[in-house]
């Protein structure tokens, strides 16, 4: 029985915010998943794969709030807990957004303030208009 882009994006919740599970989020995810964040952006199932191998070991724990569903697209509005570089825990509140085709997850777009992320982990981000 096929799954529901629900059932396919928490399972990757799962897999990512309860496990640190990347093989497991890594199958779920299309070969040209777009993963685009403020401080960061994948454009292929590999690159995510490795910003999930060195995301992970950061990130201490998450609140979940709220789930929205509309067809194949799926929001998950959370809370997650990070140790920055120099040990010091930041918290962001998110949103994730999710496209699911086939049962694989094609898109993937975060929605933080980058502000602290960007202290924690030494990114100078140049904004461009």
Same mark, same amino acid.
């Given at each position: 029985?096929?799954?529901?882009?629900? $059932?396919?994006?928490?399972?990757?919740?799962?897999? @990512?915010? /309860? %496990?640190? /599970?990347?093989?497991?989020?890594?199958?779920?995810? /299309?070969?040209?998943?777009?993963?685009?964040?403020?401080?960061?952006?994948?454009?292929?199932?590999?690159?995510?794969?490795?910003?999930? %191998?060195?995301? &992970?070991?950061?990130?201490?724990?998450?609140?979940? %709030?709220? @789930? &929205?569903? %509309?067809?194949?697209?799926?929001?998950?509005? #959370?809370?997650?807990?990070?140790?920055?570089?120099?040990? #010091?825990?930041? @918290? &962001?509140? &998110?949103?994730?957004?999710?496209?699911?085709?086939? #049962?694989?997850? =094609?898109?993937?777009? =975060?929605?933080?303030?980058? @502000? $602290?992320?960007?202290?924690?982990?030494?990114?100078?981000?140049?904004?461009?208009?």
């Amino acid at each position: 029985m096929a799954k529901s882009a629900k $059932e396919i994006v928490t399972k990757f919740i799962q897999f @990512t915010n /309860d %496990h640190k /599970d990347v093989k497991g989020a890594v199958n779920l995810m /299309d070969e040209n998943i777009k993963f685009i964040g403020p401080a960061m952006q994948c454009n292929n199932r590999k690159e995510y794969e490795d910003l999930l %191998h060195n995301f &992970l070991p950061r990130h201490t724990g998450w609140k979940h %709030h709220q @789930t &929205l569903e %509309h067809g194949n697209e799926i929001c998950f509005i #959370e809370d997650i807990y990070l140790v920055g570089l120099n040990g #010091e825990k930041i @918290t &962001l509140e &998110l949103a994730e957004w999710f496209k699911v085709e086939n #049962e694989k997850i =094609v898109y993937h777009k =975060v929605f933080y303030d980058p @502000t $602290e992320f960007n202290k924690a982990f030494n990114l100078n981000l140049i904004i461009k208009s």
